[in-house]
């Protein structure tokens, strides 16, 4: 991580501008063509889920602006953020929420994921609940058009959350209803456009 002089930050007038907005948080939904990555985990017996999990991460740690934070009035910009994801215990209707590094291969991080959600005794571990989360959901039961998420009115809060619902096939395509929610201190639709294509490049580069 490192902080970022203000005086010479491009953003700060919009910085600026969006810090004097009570509620400076916004969400954009947007369908995503998951046909290969359907694909590509069903023939290798990998969870979508944690597969989307981390493609999602590596699309969002590519774009700067998601990587900014606010401590003690200090701008700041981490070097990646770290996944934290809700997760179903098996056959219950109660989630727990897990947190590991994306690291790794795409098959790496899913066979990690699995183990560290199964083993996981406790719905939250403290210790990982730190500022440079990416907070992941999923709604499968439903095709996701919008979302908004639970938080403390704390216009410092920067972590982006990412939530995506069932997959919807149509006429040999396979997508789904993905939401992004930011704040608007940080990150402007540019920016979720260039997350949007990023997701989708690596997405569409994966071979069955």
Same mark, same amino acid.
Request: hydrophobic share 40%; net charge negative; proline share 4%.
């Given at each position: 991580?490192?902080?970022? %002089?203000?005086?010479? *930050?491009?953003?700060?007038?919009? #910085?600026?501008?969006? =810090?004097?907005?009570?509620?400076? #948080?916004?969400?954009?939904?947007?369908?995503?063509?998951?046909?290969?990555?359907?694909?590509?985990?069903?023939?290798?017996?990998?969870?979508?889920?944690?597969?989307?999990?981390?493609?999602?991460?590596?699309?969002?740690?590519?774009?700067?602006? #998601? @990587?900014?934070?606010?401590?003690?009035?200090?701008?700041?910009?981490?070097?990646?953020?770290?996944?934290?994801?809700?997760?179903?215990?098996?056959? =219950?209707?109660?989630?727990?929420?897990?947190?590991?590094?994306?690291?790794?291969?795409?098959?790496?991080?899913?066979?990690?994921?699995?183990?560290?959600?199964?083993? %996981?005794?406790?719905?939250?571990?403290?210790? %990982?609940?730190?500022?440079?989360?990416?907070?992941?959901?999923?709604?499968?039961?439903?095709?996701?058009?919008?979302?908004?998420?639970?938080?403390?009115?704390?216009?410092?809060?920067?972590?982006?959350?990412?939530? *995506?619902?069932?997959?919807?096939?149509?006429?040999?395509?396979?997508?789904?209803?993905? =939401?992004?929610?930011?704040?608007?201190?940080?990150?402007?639709?540019?920016?979720?456009?260039? #997350?949007?294509?990023?997701?989708?490049? @690596?997405?569409?580069?994966?071979?069955?």
């Amino acid at each position: 991580m490192r902080y970022i %002089q203000k005086s010479t *930050w491009p953003r700060a007038e919009l #910085f600026d501008f969006f =810090s004097a907005v009570s509620f400076p #948080f916004y969400s954009v939904a947007f369908r995503v063509d998951v046909t290969a990555l359907h694909a590509y985990t069903r023939a290798r017996g990998l969870s979508f889920y944690y597969a989307m999990g981390y493609l999602v991460t590596q699309a969002a740690n590519g774009i700067e602006n #998601f @990587r900014y934070f606010l401590r003690d009035g200090k701008i700041g910009l981490w070097d990646e953020r770290i996944p934290s994801f809700t997760d179903l215990h098996p056959g =219950s209707d109660l989630f727990h929420i897990v947190t590991l590094p994306c690291r790794g291969t795409l098959e790496e991080f899913c066979r990690a994921a699995r183990e560290r959600s199964r083993s %996981q005794q406790t719905f939250l571990d403290q210790e %990982q609940e730190t500022e440079d989360l990416l907070y992941l959901s999923c709604l499968p039961w439903v095709d996701l058009t919008s979302c908004t998420n639970e938080r403390n009115l704390d216009p410092d809060d920067a972590i982006p959350r990412i939530a *995506w619902g069932r997959i919807v096939g149509s006429g040999g395509w396979e997508t789904l209803g993905m =939401s992004v929610e930011v704040n608007h201190r940080f990150v402007d639709g540019v920016h979720i456009g260039r #997350f949007y294509e990023a997701l989708q490049v @690596r997405i569409d580069a994966l071979e069955p």
